[in-house]
């Protein structure tokens, strides 16, 4: 097993007063089971990439704790076996204290549930993919108070329970730019990169005023498993995609109200189409509604 808390600390001393900041760090270490507290010691980045650290099974909700968790605005996870949350090693806990977070990634994990309140009050994030796992809840509030948020991917998974508010995104604020200039690549072996390299090309972020995507794609939704209240919290233009799922028709009591309350709602669906149980969609928002199969 590898102490990673032991590797920052010795590369803190021996940077001594040089830059601690870099651009990325990337693991493909298969020995390494946790990231524990504070496991970065004064070390920074920007961005966290794991990949296919096949023993990493549990992140300390104060892993990002340390200057880097100012820093960080990027965290990917994939193939790799992330569980659900015990005790003090939560992944989603540890993600929440990342306030300048603009994309999160987690690719083939074994997490089961997005949690009530996993994902919430990051005002930077604009792009979350949670895919090709195994999720089967979303938890009340599992993503709230994310004005910047424009992309939320999670095809691929086994979601038959979304709570009500599941997705009480918020409203999109006006848009601000900032700014902030790459670090540098760094590598330590067989935990980072090969590479080493040093840019100082602004790269802007804004809070944009786009439509929110969310992407609910082969999963096993269906009218039963699906709320309207889960749908009118998102307080934003919406494009709804529920392709692949067991809706032979798209429920009025369900989505009804989603399409009355914004006119820019938008739900793309592959039902059975000749279903009279869709007349309400063809009579009332023929506009709003695009079918596969129609």
């Known amino acids: 097993m590898i102490n990673l808390t032991d590797i920052f600390l010795d590369l803190s001393h021996k940077l001594g007063n040089q830059s601690k900041h870099f651009s990325q760090l990337e693991v493909y270490n298969q020995a390494i ?3 524990p507290a504070g496991v970065f010691a004064d070390i920074q980045f920007d961005t966290i990439h ?45 993600i929440r ?13 074994e997490l089961t549930e997005v949690p009530d309140g996993a994902v919430q009050s990051l005002p930077k994030l604009a792009t979350i ?6 999720l089967q809840r979303l938890g009340k509030h599992a993503f709230a108070d994310l004005p910047s948020l424009t992309g939320l991917w999670l095809g691929f998974n086994s979601i038959a329970d979304v709570s009500a508010e599941a997705f009480a995104v918020g409203p999109t604020p006006g848009a601000n730019d900032e700014k902030h200039e790459d670090k540098m690549y760094f590598k330590l072996p067989s935990l980072i990169g090969s ?26 939704l269906s009218t039963h498993v699906l709320v309207k209240e889960a749908l009118t919290s998102i307080k934003r233009p919406v494009n709804l995609y529920v392709y692949y799922n067991e809706f032979e028709f798209l429920n009025e009591t369900v989505f009804e109200s989603f399409l009355a309350q914004n006119p820019l709602n938008t739900i ?6 000749k279903d009279s149980r869709n007349d309400w969609l063809r009579q009332k928002y023929e506009k709003q509604w695009s079918d596969d199969n129609c």
């Open 195 to 220: 590479w080493l390299g040093l840019s100082k090309t602004p790269v802007e972020f804004k809070a944009s005023d786009k439509k929110l995507d969310i992407h609910l794609e082969n999963n096993k």
């Open 33 to 35: 089971t946790e990231l």
């Open 129 to 134: 993919f949670i895919g090709d796992g195994n």
């Open 50 to 94: 794991v990949d296919n650290a096949r023993s990493l099974r549990h992140i300390h909700k104060d892993a990002f704790s340390g200057p880097t968790r100012d820093t960080i605005t990027s965290v990917q996870i994939s193939h790799t076996p992330i569980s659900d949350a015990k005790g003090e090693y939560d992944l989603f806990a540890a």
């Open 268 to 273: 793309y669906s592959d039902t059975d189409c």
């Open 97 to 109: 204290t990342l306030k300048g977070l603009t994309d999160l990634e987690l690719w083939e994990s």
